[in-house]
């Protein structure tokens, strides 16, 4: 048995927190917010973000950071990823040389162009910092349906030891040294998930989808190689796999947010209507910016900032997106 601490109270922390206590590991959640806690610490449910899902008596919920991270053996950093700078920043003062901080947000940093991952490490340079990724949606994770994830690390030992952690009967994990890979197919699949949910919200259909997920994972692709992540890692469970379910499930935010945008409301509107943070939002722009940088083709991510920040109609995107120059699919197969 481990003791684990899970660094935000949301619907992904909480998840997580079921999904480790029944695993057999002592947990405390921390969240910044009083009132959270509280509601925590008496009601035992999450009713807001995790309905249904009932927390054990023996899981502890605290504000204290020192509490929070004394004596644990991981912690799980689980807000979301406007916030993780500022969490983290929080944190830093109690974080004893080398332990393990498990990044589990998906967003990259707009202002500095960071993985999450490198945030953490800039704000607190002596801890080592992972990442755990994949089709992993807390309403499901929550209740014990099952899934896989990949965990990514610096070193083989610690990617081995948070598998162990996380692995049970309904979560299979594996191991990746492909930090920076599964990193950005965790975030980027969130802008293409908005391209996902607008084109059902304009009414087309499964073949719309399906090639706005392929030729998704091919940007991503692209600038996840240019930027130093490994091919493989795009076409498993943090690239194609997490961009599958972010696309298609009634439990995604980001499919969500898209959807409504798809039926005529403003990117301000959709999100208050969602009622949670919408990370592909905040990395639409970050993602336009890489692709500059390294000089990478993405269209479905420029039109897609240019839907939420330019008021372009996205029945006009889409139109836009068909009517490209004609072009080979894979350059470098040969023509016999």
Known sequence: MAKI????????????????????????????????????????????????VKLPDDMVFTTDVKQALDGMDMSVLA????????TA??????????????NVAKGIEEATLMTLVEVINDEIPNANVAVLSGPSHAEEVGRGIPTTCVVGAKDQKTAEFIQNIFAGPTFRVYTSPD??????????????????????????????KAALITRGIAEITRLGVAMGGKSQTFSGLSGMGDLIVTCASVHSRNRKAGFLIGQGYSMEAAMKEVQMVVEGVYSAKAALALAKKYDVSMPIVELVNRILFDNLPAKEAVSELMFRDKKIEHSDLPWS
């Open 5 to 52: 601490s899970i660094l935000g109270a949301g619907s992904w922390g909480i998840a997580i927190a079921v999904l480790l206590h029944t695993n057999g590991h002592e947990i405390t959640v921390w969240s910044a917010l009083a009132d959270e806690i509280e509601m925590l610490n008496q009601e035992r449910e999450h009713k807001k973000c995790l309905p249904g």
């Open 79 to 86: 807000v979301a990823s406007p916030y993780t700078r500022v």
């Open 89 to 102: 920043a929080k944190l830093k003062d109690y974080v004893k040389d080398g332990h393990i901080i498990v």
């Open 179 to 208: 930090v920076l890979g599964i990193e950005l197919g965790g975030s980027l699949k969130n802008v293409i998930a908005l391209a996902a949910g607008m084109a059902d919200g304009l009414g087309y259909g499964d073949n719309t």
